[in-house]
């Protein structure tokens, strides 16, 4: 005879393979916290189950009233919902039984419930099943069977949780969204020679650089030539959600856990399990929150909002700010020991003003793009445009330059893109002063010298301070 940990004596406990596999699940199922409500007008059979399956369950809650099912559901959110068939009022029909479990499945689709019947009633409980009731137990029940059908029940949800996560998955996967990223610059030949030496490493890496350079495109191609490359990748904007809802993004919730939590979501961090997450602007976080943040890649779990359970995590991050995260870090707004966690490597993106001829390589691949996109045929920039587009200093970056060519390329009726179509910020004055490449500066100064005389080469020289000859020469260099 053995003596298994709840106390209780089964000569066959360890004989029985099967009873076996049924006593370790269910000593599983105490660490995975599996909670169990219990409905049934008979308070004997109430006390019994739940002295049955205390020892293997986090919490049990027992009740005589059918109509507290949907409170318990919002309050205790269970993972198994044991039903009675007939009660007081109908103790023969059912029906009782069908209407509650109806109510339940309308409340939650995805909730996993078990009849229990008389032996009398086995093929109402059939007819339950067809209705959505995952399975039923008979009165009075054999205790190998009880427990076998309670573990196929918890299984079942378990099932369901992780088809959840896998269909918001296969949502991500189905759409990679590679992006080409295009660039002849020294800076951007530098950038692309690093991505590919992290091709074999999982590293978390931190992305540096101001607002539309690119920042999200370098994560993708990271992931894209990464070993995780054929896995999740899943990307939360840290800008773009109010700091309240951060927690229940990042980590997911269960049912109930807040006012509008109707359902149980999965939050980023669990949609990303096995694959890559992207964090953009990790600069905003507040301190509590970093915490947060900072508590779940140490400990590599997490646990949603509303629940007590655990979930592993195995999540490479890439993180990303238009922040100087390190002054940030002397100011005591970004967590050093975050930073350190997320940071193994840092790549810093060039701003396009320091990357040359890109702009204008840049420029004519989204001419092309959008001169497709809305059906016009232009051809190319005139040297005025070229000279124009070149010499802003384009704050907005990228981002910047394809929103004003997405414009002109609309507003335009010409077959080459003229110098007026292009519209850029109106203190660009003030930004243009801050080129210091001299022959930048000689470019624009002859320029302005030539509109202001008119196009009189002679005025234009006068303004400049040099020879007709020498302003001639100057614009045949050109």
Wanted: aromatic share 8%; net charge neutral.
């Amino acid at each position: 005879m053995h003596k298994c940990t709840n106390g209780v004596h089964f000569r066959t406990c360890f004989a029985n393979k099967q009873y076996l596999y049924l006593y370790q699940f269910f000593k599983n199922q105490m660490e995975k916290k599996g909670k169990i409500l219990i409905v049934d007008d008979n308070e004997d059979v109430l006390f019994a189950l739940n002295a049955l399956l205390l020892p293997y369950t986090e919490k049990i809650k027992v009740s005589v009233h059918p109509e507290k099912i949907e409170h318990y559901m919002e309050t205790f959110r269970p993972d198994l919902i044991l039903l009675d068939m007939n009660f007081h009022r109908d103790v023969v029909s059912g029906k009782e039984g069908f209407f509650w479990l109806n109510r339940i499945l309308q409340t939650d689709p995805q909730a996993v419930v078990i009849f229990m019947t008389a032996y009398a009633d086995t093929e109402k409980a059939v007819q339950a099943i067809k209705m959505g009731a995952a399975d039923f137990i008979s009165k009075p029940w054999e205790k190998d069977k009880l427990l076998a059908t309670i573990t196929s029940a918890l299984r079942l949800k378990d099932s369901r949780r992780q088809i959840e996560n896998l269909t918001l998955q296969v949502q991500s996967l189905s759409n990679p969204d590679y992006p080409e990223i295009i660039g002849e610059s020294e800076s951007m030949f530098e950038l692309f020679s690093l991505i590919q030496k992290l091709a074999d490493t999982e590293a978390n890496i931190l992305i540096l650089g101001e607002n539309g350079t690119g920042k999200d495109m370098v994560a993708r191609a990271i992931f894209h030539h990464s070993p995780r490359s054929q896995k999740i990748f899943t990307t939360l904007d840290l800008g773009a959600i109010p700091e309240a809802l951060f927690e229940s993004e990042l980590f997911g919730y269960e049912k109930g856990a807040f006012t509008d939590a109707k359902t149980e979501k999965a939050g980023r961090m669990e949609i990303a399990n096995g694959g890559t997450l992207f964090l953009d602007e990790i600069g905003n976080l507040s301190l509590p929150m970093q915490a947060k943040l900072l508590t779940a890649i140490e400990k590599k779990q997490i646990s949603r909002l509303g629940s007590t359970r655990t979930l592993p995590m195995d999540v490479r991050f890439i993180s990303a700010t238009n922040l100087d995260i390190y002054e940030a870090v002397q100011s005591g707004i970004f967590r050093q020991d975050l930073l350190y966690r997320i940071n193994t490597i840092e790549i810093h993106i060039p701003p396009l003003r320091e990357r040359g001829q890109d702009v204008l390589l840049l420029a004519n691949c989204f001419l092309e793009k959008f001169s497709h996109k809305y059906k016009k045929s232009i051809t190319g920039l005139t040297k005025e445009t070229q000279n124009k587009i070149r010499h802003y200093s384009w704050p907005g970056n990228v981002r910047e330059l394809q929103n004003v060519m997405e414009r002109a390329v609309i507003l335009s009726s010409d077959k080459i893109l003229k110098a007026e179509s292009i519209t850029l910020q109106s203190g660009e004055k003030k930004k243009e002063s801050e080129n210091l490449n001299l022959s930048d500066i000689e470019r624009e100064a002859i320029e302005k010298a030539l509109k202001r005389s008119g196009g009189n080469l002679n005025k234009a020289a006068g303004l400049l301070g040099i020879t007709r000859y020498a302003l001639y020469r100057k614009i045949k260099k050109e």
